[in-house]
């Protein structure tokens, strides 16, 4: 009795569950957003309608064509007032059967000649997009559950068919379009007939589903039901099965998944017959998957019913192959977004990484890079009813392609290459076999920080269109002032452009830090568009860590693009501050030591807010700018709270030293294991020479005239009277000021070198010159003579003769021109043959050929003859008038005749002197008392050029 309560209450109490589980599923439904407040609630994407075609319709065998199902709802639709525009791709409001489809537009619309919205298969390509499928989870283990259409796939094709290519089905008498599970890319196995008596099974395999398929082709699908059903009331006219292959004893898919393959290729299908009860033979067909993700919520809502929690985002990431490769890759991630753009959780994203394809399969015979991209979907399976299935783009293929990335740099401690500026890793992308407290995630409190946001703009036709920026800046970090010292007083960043050829840089300036409603910092900017191939836009933010306690963690904080064709996220890395290391000295920071003696630095670390201290702690010294780990004792004991060191330096005359004679700094510092970097403590040592390079000369004061030259002089050596070789020497020279260097090229050893060095006038200003001089061994530095150079500057100076400057001819005689020259300091001139006299006559038809004459006493005698003089009476006429017109011929002429007279000595120069010679136009007149006159005319080219006469 007591058995049969216990079941009838085990029974009421399984009902009264089942029936609050029912009525939770139904509330669940009854809470579910309607497709208007979906719709209006759609996150912010592109402007997509000019770069996409929408084919209206597919023929078919019989009877009306196929619709397609797809259609633009464009930005601020009176029913959805929606903020974008979406392509709704299945409509709950639909037949049962529906296929959608639409593709990139392939060439310009306004040039044919010109590609347009294409994927080109030689460059990286991203596909940043919101995913809407509509207000139902599936659940094929669910009896109860609800129901929802096929799913979509992302398409890269190269069908012949180009905008028309869809699913159709394999038998060449049922080729319409084919729905279901096909998603409208894979082929489908659905006949309606009896296979012919010719075909047989063979290997696994019935109909060619391939040749049914979009060709030349991968999808991506993101499929909403599993489809597993081997037949379906035992018939051919439907096709259940494509997700019904296993492997291993597993199914090769679960639950709703996203995987790919090759649609027209035969080895992504197999086929399979079974025998009814009755004996009738029917077909079913399975798909294989690659890159599988499993059991995911691509349909309806999971915890969350609101409209935030609608839309899922996608993207995908295509990597070209190297040359002479056909081996690209994908990386596909889902549900990586929330709706305001920030980061999910990098351990909850849904993701495959770098999955090797095929893209010979995609560019077929005809081996085009340039193929189309696109979205298909379907419904109709026997599972499935029409469902609003939508999409809004952020990112498309050959539109606008960018990456935007973001990295950190702590400024203060050292990269693996020894430098500073080691690149932080984000925490949140941490793989699980990894520790937080890898140094690769961690900083020190007070360390100097770099932020970097970097967009590279990879291809597109059309460019982002202007860019917005909103920067959340990451907590427990200070940006302020003086961080780079290289920056402008008010300035804690920069933006930089660069085309690859010139960077244009912008300062971000301290004021631009504003808060947002949370009080939370950000930043707003406007940073322009990016077009160009490569072009890369890069803002740089300096801050410092500043943790109120330690360690703490850091988190993402996000970062916007937008654009009218391009918007994006970033997330800054997520970071871990630690205690901060301390060094303190318990030593002199002043020490003066001996040439031969070693010596010792000692002080103390530890960690500022009381850390224990790091075994693997390490200290280096920087010794006249060059560091090495250093030598001698640190001594950290177990749960210490510091550690002493105490550093052996070897003496400036031990051959591996770095110390030189004279004043050194050495900075010592440590870094423990977490890549902590301390302050430095700076040391001053004083290396006590053992000898003095000296310098001597007899002669300091020099004069000479400009043209001339001098020597400078000195004698070398040490004071004790070492050997040296002079290569070794470096003799510097400041010369008013200037410093010039100069090494002896003799190579055996000395105990003192004369060292000489012309000096020439035309080298030194005209006045006092000085020239400081000293030498250097790559040790030590002698002391300086002080020379001083007096140089004198003296003129070659011309004199006219004045009353031969001006003059005014009345006869053909030669005419003399008269003056004198001398230097300015009424030196002798030197040269043998004397100064040159150099004069060009220029007159009314131009400038004669200078003529030159040499004197040695310092006078200007010059004979200038009428361009006539020596001409012989009875010369040919012609000729005469040769003479006459040659502007060229030397001599004086009829009206002005100016002479420029210059004196040169082959060093000077003189100034010039100008002589006026005028020679009046004289009329000739015969007269005779003969009253008998014959006139004879000489004519040239039938005009008369003279005429004499004879009486």
């Given at each position: 009795?007591?058995?049969?309560?216990?079941?009838?209450?085990?029974?009421?109490?399984?009902?009264?569950?089942?029936?609050?589980?029912?009525?939770?599923?139904?509330?669940?439904?009854?809470?579910?957003?309607t497709?208007?407040?979906?719709?209006?609630?759609?996150?912010?994407?592109i402007?997509?309608k000019?770069?996409?075609?929408?084919?209206?319709?597919?023929?078919?065998?019989?009877?009306?064509?196929?619709?397609?199902?797809?259609?633009?709802?464009?930005?601020?639709?009176?029913?959805?007032?929606?903020p974008?525009?979406?392509?709704?791709?299945?409509?709950?409001?639909?037949?049962?059967?529906?296929?959608?489809?639409?593709?990139?537009?392939?060439?310009?619309?306004?040039?044919?000649?010109?590609?347009?919205?294409?994927?080109?298969?030689?460059?990286r390509?991203?596909?940043?997009a919101?995913?809407?499928?509509?207000?139902?989870?599936?659940?094929?283990?669910?009896?109860?559950?609800?129901?929802?259409?096929?799913?979509?796939?992302?398409?890269?094709?190269?069908?012949?068919?180009?905008?028309?290519?869809?699913?159709?089905?394999?038998?060449?008498?049922?080729e319409?379009?084919?729905?279901?599970?096909?998603?409208?890319?894979?082929?489908?196995?659905?006949?309606?007939?009896?296979?012919p008596?010719?075909?047989?099974v063979?290997s696994?395999?019935?109909?060619?589903?391939?040749?049914?398929?979009?060709?030349?082709?991968?999808?991506?699908?993101?499929?909403?039901?599993?489809?597993?059903?081997?037949?379906?009331?035992?018939?051919?006219?439907?096709?259940?099965?494509f997700d019904?292959?296993?492997?291993?004893?597993?199914?090769m898919?679960?639950?709703?998944h996203?995987?790919?393959?090759?649609?027209?290729?035969?080895?992504?299908?197999?086929?399979?017959?079974?025998?009814?009860?009755?004996?009738?033979?029917?077909?079913?067909?399975?798909?294989?998957?690659k890159?599988?993700?499993?059991?995911?919520?691509?349909?309806?809502?999971d915890?969350?019913?609101?409209?935030?929690?609608?839309?899922?985002?996608?993207?995908?990431?295509?990597?070209?192959?190297t040359?002479?490769?056909?081996?690209?890759?994908?990386?596909?991630?889902?549900?990586?977004?929330?709706?305001?753009?920030?980061?999910?959780?990098?351990?909850?994203?849904?993701?495959?990484?770098?999955?090797?394809?095929?893209?010979?399969?995609?560019?077929?015979?005809?081996?085009?890079?340039?193929?189309?991209?696109?979205?298909?979907?379907?419904?109709?399976?026997?599972?499935?009813?029409?469902?609003?299935?939508?999409?809004?783009?952020?990112?498309?293929?050959?539109?606008?392609?960018?990456?935007a990335?973001?990295?950190?740099?702590?400024?203060?401690?050292?990269?693996?290459?020894?430098?500073?500026?080691?690149?932080?890793?984000?925490?949140?992308?941490?793989?699980?076999?990894?520790?937080?407290?890898?140094?690769?995630?961690?900083v020190?409190?007070?360390?100097?920080?770099?932020?970097?946001?970097?967009?590279?703009?990879?291809?597109?036709?059309?460019?982002?269109?202007?860019?917005?920026?909103?920067?959340?800046?990451?907590?427990?970090?200070?940006?302020?002032?003086?961080?780079?010292?290289?920056?402008?007083?008010?300035?804690?960043?920069?933006?930089?452009?660069?085309?690859?050829?010139?960077?244009?840089?912008?300062?971000?300036?301290?004021?631009?830090?504003?808060?947002?409603?949370?009080?939370?910092?950000?930043?707003?900017?406007?940073?322009?568009?990016?077009?160009?191939?490569?072009?890369?836009?890069?803002?740089?933010?300096?801050?410092?860590?500043?943790?109120?306690?330690?360690?703490?963690?850091?988190?993402?904080?996000?970062?916007s693009?937008?654009?009218?064709?391009?918007?994006?996220?970033?997330?800054?890395?997520?970071?871990?501050?630690?205690?901060?290391?301390?060094?303190?000295?318990?030593?002199?920071?002043?020490?003066?030591?001996?040439?031969?003696?070693?010596?010792?630095?000692?002080?103390?670390?530890?960690?500022?807010?009381?850390s224990?201290?790091?075994?693997?702690?390490?200290?280096?010294?920087?010794?006249?700018?060059?560091?090495?780990?250093?030598?001698?004792?640190?001594?950290?004991?177990?749960?210490?709270?510091?550690?002493?060191?105490?550093?052996?330096?070897?003496?400036?005359s031990t051959?591996?030293?770095?110390?030189?004679?004279?004043?050194n700094?050495?900075?010592?510092?440590?870094?423990d294991?977490?890549?902590r970097?301390s302050?430095?403590?700076?040391?001053?040592?004083?290396?006590?020479?053992?000898?003095?390079?000296?310098?001597?000369?007899?002669?300091?004061?020099?004069?000479?005239?400009?043209?001339?030259?001098?020597?400078?002089?000195a004698?070398?050596?040490?004071?004790?009277?070492?050997?040296?070789?002079?290569?070794i020497?470096?003799?510097?020279?400041?010369?008013?000021?200037?410093?010039?260097?100069?090494i002896?090229?003799?190579?055996?050893?000395?105990a003192?070198?004369?060292?000489s060095?012309?000096?020439?006038?035309?080298?030194?200003?005209?006045?006092?010159?000085?020239?400081?001089?000293?030498?250097?061994?790559?040790?030590?530095?002698?002391?300086?003579?002080?020379?001083?150079?007096?140089?004198?500057?003296?003129?070659?100076?011309?004199?006219?003769?004045?009353?031969?400057?001006?003059?005014?001819?009345?006869?053909?005689?030669?005419?003399?021109?008269?003056?004198?020259?001398?230097?300015?300091?009424n030196?002798?001139?030197?040269?043998?043959?004397?100064?040159?006299?150099?004069?060009?006559?220029?007159?009314?038809?131009?400038?004669?050929?200078?003529?030159?004459?040499?004197?040695?006493?310092g006078?200007?005698?010059l004979?200038?003859?009428?361009?006539?003089?020596?001409?012989?009476?009875?010369?040919?006429?012609?000729?005469?008038?040769?003479?006459?017109?040659?502007?060229?011929?030397?001599?004086?002429?009829?009206g002005?005749?100016?002479?420029y007279v210059?004196?040169?000595?082959?060093?000077?120069?003189?100034?010039?002197?100008?002589?006026?010679?005028?020679?009046?136009?004289?009329?000739?007149?015969?007269?005779?008392?003969?009253?008998?006159?014959?006139?004879?005319?000489?004519?040239?080219?039938?005009?008369?050029?003279?005429?004499?006469?004879?009486?």
């Amino acid at each position: 009795m007591k058995k049969k309560k216990l079941c009838v209450i085990t029974l009421a109490l399984f009902f009264i569950s089942f029936l609050i589980g029912f009525l939770e599923i139904n509330n669940v439904l009854a809470a579910a957003p309607t497709k208007e407040e979906v719709y209006k609630a759609a996150p912010e994407g592109i402007d997509v309608k000019e770069f996409l075609t929408l084919p209206e319709e597919y023929s078919r065998r019989e009877g009306e064509p196929f619709k397609n199902q797809a259609t633009i709802i464009e930005k601020g639709n009176s029913t959805y007032n929606n903020p974008t525009e979406i392509i709704q791709m299945l409509d709950s409001g639909g037949d049962q059967n529906q296929i959608a489809a639409f593709w990139g537009t392939y060439k310009d619309p306004n040039d044919n000649s010109k590609y347009y919205n294409y994927f080109d298969l030689t460059k990286r390509q991203t596909i940043s997009a919101w995913i809407y499928l509509g207000d139902t989870f599936y659940d094929e283990t669910d009896p109860e559950s609800g129901k929802t259409s096929d799913g979509i796939a992302l398409v890269i094709q190269n069908d012949s068919r180009g905008d028309l290519a869809i699913a159709r089905g394999a038998q060449e008498y049922f080729e319409d379009p084919a729905y279901g599970e096909t998603l409208g890319v894979w082929g489908s196995g659905q006949d309606g007939y009896d296979p012919p008596s010719n075909k047989t099974v063979l290997s696994g395999r019935t109909f060619d589903l391939d040749k049914s398929a979009i060709q030349n082709s991968i999808a991506l699908e993101f499929d909403t039901i599993r489809n597993a059903n081997k037949f379906v009331m035992y018939t051919n006219y439907i096709d259940d099965f494509f997700d019904g292959l296993s492997t291993s004893g597993s199914n090769m898919v679960k639950g709703q998944h996203i995987a790919f393959g090759y649609p027209g290729e035969s080895d992504t299908y197999e086929g399979f017959m079974e025998t009814s009860f009755l004996g009738l033979e029917y077909f079913h067909y399975g798909l294989n998957h690659k890159g599988q993700i499993h059991n995911l919520y691509l349909s309806g809502y999971d915890f969350d019913e609101s409209t935030d929690n609608s839309w899922r985002h996608i993207t995908v990431d295509y990597t070209p192959p190297t040359e002479g490769s056909n081996a690209a890759h994908i990386s596909y991630i889902y549900n990586d977004k929330n709706y305001d753009g920030t980061a999910k959780s990098y351990r909850n994203w849904d993701k495959r990484i770098n999955q090797e394809i095929d893209i010979s399969k995609i560019k077929g015979d005809s081996g085009n890079t340039k193929v189309r991209w696109g979205f298909t979907a379907a419904t109709g399976s026997p599972n499935s009813v029409p469902k609003d299935y939508a999409i809004l783009f952020q990112q498309m293929p050959n539109v606008a392609n960018a990456d935007a990335s973001t990295s950190l740099y702590d400024l203060s401690q050292y990269d693996s290459s020894g430098k500073l500026g080691r690149k932080i890793s984000d925490l949140e992308k941490k793989e699980t076999t990894e520790s937080k407290d890898d140094p690769k995630f961690n900083v020190s409190n007070k360390d100097k920080l770099r932020f970097d946001y970097e967009i590279i703009y990879n291809s597109g036709f059309t460019g982002t269109g202007e860019l917005t920026t909103v920067i959340n800046l990451p907590e427990q970090v200070d940006f302020k002032l003086g961080i780079n010292e290289d920056l402008a007083d008010d300035t804690i960043g920069q933006i930089i452009y660069s085309d690859g050829n010139n960077d244009k840089t912008t300062d971000i300036s301290v004021s631009d830090i504003t808060t947002d409603a949370d009080g939370n910092q950000i930043i707003n900017l406007k940073l322009g568009a990016l077009k160009v191939e490569n072009e890369k836009l890069s803002i740089q933010l300096y801050g410092q860590a500043n943790a109120d306690k330690t360690s703490t963690t850091v988190a993402n904080k996000h970062i916007s693009y937008k654009g009218q064709y391009y918007i994006d996220d970033a997330m800054s890395p997520s970071f871990i501050i630690n205690d901060s290391l301390e060094a303190e000295t318990t030593d002199e920071l002043t020490k003066d030591v001996a040439y031969e003696d070693d010596f010792n630095l000692s002080g103390k670390l530890k960690y500022t807010n009381g850390s224990k201290m790091d075994s693997d702690t390490k200290v280096y010294t920087v010794i006249n700018g060059k560091t090495r780990l250093a030598n001698g004792s640190l001594m950290i004991a177990s749960d210490e709270l510091s550690a002493d060191f105490d550093i052996s330096m070897i003496s400036a005359s031990t051959n591996n030293s770095w110390l030189k004679v004279g004043e050194n700094k050495v900075q010592v510092y440590a870094v423990d294991s977490m890549n902590r970097v301390s302050n430095s403590i700076e040391y001053t040592i004083n290396v006590a020479d053992f000898t003095n390079l000296i310098i001597t000369s007899d002669k300091l004061d020099h004069s000479l005239y400009t043209h001339q030259k001098s020597s400078l002089e000195a004698t070398l050596k040490y004071d004790n009277d070492a050997d040296f070789y002079p290569s070794i020497m470096v003799w510097h020279h400041i010369i008013n000021g200037e410093d010039f260097t100069y090494i002896y090229d003799k190579n055996k050893p000395v105990a003192s070198l004369d060292y000489s060095r012309e000096v020439l006038g035309t080298d030194l200003k005209v006045g006092k010159n000085t020239i400081d001089v000293y030498v250097t061994d790559g040790v030590r530095k002698s002391n300086t003579l002080t020379y001083t150079y007096d140089v004198l500057e003296k003129e070659l100076i011309a004199k006219a003769d004045e009353s031969t400057q001006n003059i005014t001819v009345d006869n053909n005689d030669p005419v003399t021109l008269l003056g004198s020259f001398y230097y300015s300091d009424n030196s002798k001139f030197t040269s043998t043959d004397g100064s040159k006299v150099s004069y060009v006559i220029k007159t009314e038809l131009g400038e004669q050929d200078p003529v030159a004459v040499y004197n040695t006493e310092g006078k200007i005698d010059l004979r200038i003859k009428p361009i006539l003089n020596n001409v012989t009476v009875g010369i040919d006429f012609n000729d005469f008038d040769k003479i006459i017109k040659d502007s060229k011929h030397p001599g004086l002429r009829e009206g002005k005749n100016e002479i420029y007279v210059t004196v040169q000595d082959g060093t000077y120069k003189s100034n010039t002197l100008v002589y006026t010679i005028n020679v009046p136009k004289l009329h000739s007149e015969i007269t005779t008392e003969s009253p008998v006159i014959v006139a004879r005319s000489i004519f040239h080219d039938n005009h008369p050029k003279y005429t004499y006469y004879i009486y």
